[in-house]
């Protein structure tokens, strides 16, 4: 219809009023005069069946199963006065009744009730039955004992209630595919055809399954080791078609509590008997479930993904199958913006872990500083040492230097940790990826050594520089104490005095604690993760239980590579008047043990634990919080597992449950489970709509 027809109809409305007597919003109200077309005489706007489809269902977008033109069918629905036009009256009533809690029985009832009595006469209900199926569908014997349990037998037929019509149609189905069964089974042995079975669920439910299970039906027959379909197989199958909401759930459950994702079919069936107040799932209904699920990937344990499969993502938008849909949408974009945006994810997540990781540095700094110095004490003498321990080094600090003092250095360490930590992770990961095996997920524990060792060796690049400025700034306090008319020196002072090569005096005892620390640290995180914390594809740890792991894995990690920091600080250190000038890695390491015993290997452990757990645990506090405030612009969110059934109802979208046009879908699949040709029957226009028979919704008697 043209914009100037909308506007002249939405303008008459305005200054004349309508018939309008339920109250339509003004998004449905365009839907409405965007379709509708005027009638010559009247001058009235309505919409026939050709124009309502187009209202109720848009061209241009994916039905699945279910064909545009079998939407046809709520025409009838929709045409309170059955005059073959819809107008807006009747249009704000359709709408109206999509808002009804039971929208989807209610619409299937007013279908039926021919002469809009309030009741459904068996003869109507069999005439339009007979009207819409297919030419080749499976007959329906109407004179069988189920239905007469409904409806009464042919001397004694009542007419339905609402109530007792929508009950009635809740079983059709299962009475269907019995009636079918029967048929099939010529030999009368309780057994029919894999081709047999797969005919009867694609005419009777192929508008509530996935592809992949409509495309292999006839493999059922490997459930048991028959090469036919039992009766069994097939309401055990029909069952976890009907309860598959709850399947669903049961599976996120079990998925959960699983360490790697996955379940078996005994996990599955013990999950089920938690949460159902009775036993809902027979044996052969999990092992139904499982065969369809591992079709691809005959494991016997599977994961959400395998699931989703049979969980029918184009029904259903939840989490799997978005995730599904948007890997599948994900392939039809250039190689090339995939790489960018890659990119550009990568430096934004460093950014993030630059953030991260100073901050972490700047919360445990003073207890880094104190480790320095107690490091850097000399003799075996009590009497010569300046600090007796941590604390009394702690309070020495602060009473010579202030609280400033604490954080001596700081501005290097905060410069240099982003680098340090970016490198360290990233490394880590890469040679992680190239160790761990695609399919399962695992990695054998001398890989993870050899990928922490690796990481700590590449970040000495960045940490050599870094430590020996910060170890400088740090003992420039008590130098300055010891030293009358010492001057305090600044970074830059130090970098220029040291040069290049001064930079990395050391590094090879800086390597000799980066490599062991990382080569302990990342196995005992991510065993932390995994095996105490259950980590899992499907479950992700809090902020409290990543610091708490982080803070563990690096008490062994920072304790146990003490005595090469010790050798590391001895050897960066500027040596004073009196002090051994350290000419390398083992004349230190003799030196130490000879002038102050084995004990002198592990000063300054306790305050290194103290400030390495911290550390970690603080900066990956920090960057998960700075990731869920701050996401990736345009990043998808991750999957959540719910594990309630408010929670999984709460996964729908709300488009699913308040659309109008997602609620006449539903309707039909409930129309459908009498046909799936119900509705494929060319509707006529208005003009010709009175010489339609009555039953069917026309004029004519």
């Keep these: 219809m043209s914009t100037s027809t909308t506007v002249k109809g939405a303008v008459k409305e305005s200054l004349l009023g309508s018939e309008e007597h339920t109250k339509l919003s003004s998004s449905h109200r365009a839907s409405f005069l965007n379709n509708a077309v005027k009638d010559e005489q009247t001058g009235e706007l309505y919409m026939g069946p050709e124009e309502f489809i187009s209202a109720i269902a848009p061209p241009g977008q994916d039905y699945h199963k279910i064909s545009r033109d079998q939407y046809g069918l709520l025409f009838r629905v929709a045409d309170r006065r059955g005059t073959g036009k819809v107008t807006i009256g009747d249009w704000a009533a359709f709408e109206n009744l999509l808002t009804k809690p039971d929208a989807e029985y209610e619409i299937a009832f007013r279908l039926f009730d021919i002469g809009r009595t309030g009741n459904v006469k068996y003869e109507d209900f069999k005439q339009l039955y007979e009207q819409n199926k297919g030419p080749d569908s499976i007959p329906f014997d109407w004179e069988c004992d189920w239905a007469k349990l409904y409806i009464g037998d042919k001397y004694k037929r009542h007419a339905l209630s609402y109530a007792e019509f929508s009950q009635m149609l809740r079983g059709l189905q299962g009475e269907r595919i019995r009636q079918a069964f029967q048929r099939f089974d010529k030999d009368k042995d309780g057994y029919i055809e894999p081709e047999d079975f797969a005919r009867i669920i694609l005419e009777t439910a192929k508008h509530k399954l996935s592809d992949h299970l409509l495309n292999n039906l006839t493999t059922l027959c490997n459930v048991s080791a028959n090469s036919r379909i039992s009766y069994a197989n097939v309401r055990a199958f029909q069952n976890m078609i009907m309860e598959m909401d709850l399947a669903e759930l049961i599976i996120r459950k079990a998925c959960q509590k699983s360490a790697d994702g996955k379940i078996t079919r005994t996990e599955f069936l013990n999950e089920a008997a938690k949460v159902t107040r009775f036993s809902l799932f027979t044996p052969m209904e999990a092992d139904i479930l499982f065969h369809f699920a591992s079709l691809d990937e005959p494991t016997g344990r599977l994961s959400l993904s395998d699931f989703a499969k049979v969980l029918d993502p184009s029904w259903r938008y939840r989490g799997v199958a978005e995730q599904a849909g948007a890997h599948q949408d994900g392939k039809g974009k250039s190689v090339t913006q995939g790489v960018l945006t890659r990119a550009v994810e990568s430096a934004y997540n460093f950014l993030l872990g630059s953030m991260a990781g100073a901050f972490g540095a700047f919360m445990v700094y003073p207890i880094d500083l104190v480790k320095t110095r107690m490091q850097n004490q000399r003799g075996a003498d009590p009497g010569q040492r300046l600090y007796k321990n941590s604390i009394d080094c702690f309070r020495k600090v602060i009473a010579n230097e202030g609280v400033r003092g604490l954080y001596s250095g ?32 695992n990695i054998k524990w001398e890989y993870e050594v050899l990928a922490g060792g690796s990481a700590g060796a590449c970040q000495v690049v960045f940490t050599n520089p870094l430590e020996i400025v910060k170890i400088r700034l740090q003992v420039q306090g008590e130098v300055a104490k010891a030293t009358e008319g010492a001057q305090k020196r600044s970074a830059m002072w130090i970098v220029k005095n040291l040069g290049l090569a001064g930079l990395y005096k050391g590094a090879s005892a800086c390597l000799l604690r980066d490599v062991p620390f990382s080569a302990i640290y990342f196995p005992t995180y991510s065993h932390l993760k995994k095996d105490f914390f259950g980590e ?16 563990i894995a690096g008490m062994p990690a920072a304790y146990l590579t003490t005595p090469c920091d010790v050798i590391k600080t001895r050897l960066q250190v500027e040596a004073r008047k009196g002090d051994t000038n350290y000419t390398g890695l083992r004349h230190a390491a003799q030196t130490i043990l000879k002038e102050e015993g084995f004990r002198a290997f592990f000063k300054g452990g306790p305050a290194r634990i103290l400030r390495s757990s911290p550390q970690f645990g603080f900066t990956l506090a920090a960057y998960e919080v700075l990731q869920s405030v701050l996401p990736f612009p345009g990043k998808p969110k991750p999957e959540q597992i719910h594990t309630g ?48 028979p009555k039953y069917l919704g026309g004029g004519k008697s």
């Design 645 to 692: 059934v408010a929670d999984v109802v709460g996964t729908i979208k709300g488009r699913d449950i308040a659309s109008p046009h997602a609620r006449s879908r539903n309707a039909l699949k409930m129309i459908l489970d009498l046909d799936e040709n119900f509705g494929r029957v060319k509707f006529p226009d208005h003009q010709s709509w009175k010489a339609v």
């Design 410 to 441: 700081v501005l290097p360490q905060l410069v240099g940790v982003a680098p340090e930590k970016a490198i360290k992770l990233t490394v880590n990961d890469l040679v992680r990826g190239w160790f761990t095996d695609p399919k399962t997920g």
């Design 536 to 551: 899992s594809q499907t479950k992700k740890l809090g902020v409290l239980q990543l610091l708490t792991a982080g803070a």
